[in-house]
Nanobody, 117 residues
Framework: QLVESGGDLVQPGESLTLSCTAS????????MNWFRQVPGKEREFVAT????????NYRPSVKGRFVISRDNTRNMAFLQMNSLRPTDTAVYYC????????????WGQGTQVTVSS
């Protein structure tokens, strides 16, 4: 099970950090991903961090503003979001892909991020 937290209403330019906590399995050897979705649109990839290679990648629109990280000792992953824009408004989902997981991985329930003045 994955549980996201940290979503909130913030103003443009502010920062927010999302957390993803895993239970029932250990995140070691799982690629941890963040996706986001707005109503009426497809869910889109935001960022990924691999294990153990630590490979990191971002969608172009968040590169340089968002930072993905993980702490396997706490069974958690994080998404630090800086310089937030109204276009970042979405429900953010945590996803884990790895040994024993379904083909599209394990998903959390999502956390709402709203960027508005």
């Amino acid at each position: 099970q994955l549980v996201e937290s940290g979503g909130d209403l913030v103003q443009p330019g502010e920062s927010l950090t999302l957390s993803c906590t895993a239970s029932g399995f250990t995140l070691s050897r799982y690629a941890m991903n963040w996706f986001r979705q707005v109503p009426g649109k497809e869910r889109e990839f935001v960022a990924t961090i691999g294990d153990p290679d630590g490979y990191i990648n971002y969608r172009p629109s968040v590169k340089g503003r968002f930072v993905i990280s993980r702490d396997n000792t706490r069974n958690m992953a994080f998404l630090q979001m800086n310089s937030l824009r109204p276009t970042d408004t979405a429900v953010y989902y945590c996803n884990a892909r790895g040994p024993g997981a379904p083909s599209d991985g394990y998903w959390g329930q999502g956390t709402q991020v709203t960027v508005s003045s």
